[in-house]
């Protein structure tokens, strides 16, 4: 455990990639295979689930280290980290364990997951107080499932390469999966992870699939792209949908199904279960999972001519008609633990398919993108379900034709579009070495809404207030009993002096203290920007947004100006809205 808290303390003591690059080289040459193989986890992005509550961990602190609540909570908000917080406050030890970081895992805080309360105080206290105050909070966030630092997975990639002297392209194609909830890393796992070339077994072992290519933001005028990226006839141009990606693995018999964060989300979508049987071994297919209106029964076999037809009608302008249901309805289905018939039948889900990335088990990832489409229309063309569909095509005579159409994103349930040069090979995260996507969004949602409530941050911005709660009026201007009413948080858009002005503000104007959050009296508005809008009924608003932040401060706007609970509720789609007779 001390080795890798002591990497934990070079990696945050830095920002440059550099330094992180050669920390994780020297701690991966000297680890054994098996605690460097959980060190990887970690570093990915691994998340096993939390181990003990977080209410148990603060009344532990308060009892070992004799402090009244009062003090502790003040300590953490100065803080800003619970772990670092119970490092602190609890006794130092004059002591580490030697342990290495598998056996302190697997033998000492994975097995604390289920333990009674009376039993995890008797446990922990004698395990923690075998560690550093170093290693005593890199124990903590392990337990809490709340270890981050500041490495990407990529570095983390770079690094491995560099240790095995292999590309880490394949690097990257190995540690696909890796991560996933129920994944248990052993010395094996690692070996396999920086095994030479000439001695590594089956590179597409069972259900694994391949590093997904991500797309950059487009961001020019439209009569700026002819010079930037050249005439449409260069791009393959489709929707980008508003769901899930995913690939589709289909190998030996079975089919797997694997979300963009490298988690196996198979059980959680039994209705793709049917194309095991209609797609052959050695297929992959990257998509977009979303929840179909009308999508025939799982089970119910279609004629191809049937298929061929509706994909025909999708690619028209019929498709203002829409299919697509909003991403919040997925929502309700990812946070189900089980899955009833009801929801299967009111929820279906189909896959869009729009890339080919293995066929026939041979990786075509370095196929022109034109070659990989023109295949998988063809087997779409031929699966005998309707789960899988083709994601269609859309096609203009210039630039400002295309934008003409993206502007009917919004009644189509999409984002805008996806822009893929024809001739690309299908590369390895947000790369351009071997062509380039991009996305070309719409612009967001906006809402003029008032700053009500605020809480501080973390890390760095532990002493700050940062994170703030935002509301609208419930009525008109005219109204003289109207209330504000809170409908989203957002912490992210503020340039670092524009926080410290508002930090200002909230500690002169706040109201009421509620642990770490302060209401304050309603001064500032802010232009917030999101993505997506629904009904919801968890929210006294009535209202969700999805990835509000903020755009801009309106220093110009007073408070009474604001936008209203009304002007939220036009922004719905048509048929979810509260007067909408679909809606009743």
Known sequence: MKAFADLYNRLDATTSSNAKLAALRDFFSAAAPEDAAWAVYFLAGGRPRQLVPTKLLRELTLSVAGLPEWLFEESYHAVGDLAETMALLLPESSHTSDEGLATW??????????????VLTLQLIPLLQQLDQRSKMVCIKLITGSFRVGVSKLLVTRALAAVADIDAKRIAQRLVGYTDLSARPTAAHYQKLIAAVNQECEERSEGQPYPFFLAHPLQLPTDEFAAAIGSPEQWQVEWKWDGIRAQLVKRDGQLWVWSRGEELVTDHFPELQVLASQLPDGTVIDGELVVWKHAPAPGTEVDPEQIKHQTNVQSQASQSQGQVQPFALLQQRIGRKTLNAKILENLPVVILAYDLLEWQGEDWREQAQSIRREQLEKIVATCMQPQLQISPL???????????????SRSLGVEGFMLKRKDARYGVGRTKDVGVWWKW???????DAVLIYAQTGHGRRASLYTDYTFAVWDSPEDNPDRKLVPFAKAYSGLTDAEMREVDAIIRKTTVEK??????????????LGFEGISLSS??????AVRFPRML?????KPVAEADTLQTLQALLPEASRPDSKDAA
């Open 538 to 543: 968890r929210h006294k608003s009535g209202i």
């Open 105 to 118: 895992v697997e033998h000492k805080l994975l097995p604390l997951r289920g333990l009674a309360p009376q």
């Open 514 to 527: 509620f642990g770490p959050v302060r209401s304050v009296t309603p001064t500032m508005v802010f232009e």
């Open 394 to 408: 859309i096609t203009g005579g210039s630039w400002q034709d295309l934008d003409r159409q993206r502007q009917a």
């Open 441 to 447: 969004k719409i612009d967001p949602y906006t809402a």
């Open 552 to 556: 801009r401060w309106r220093q110009d």
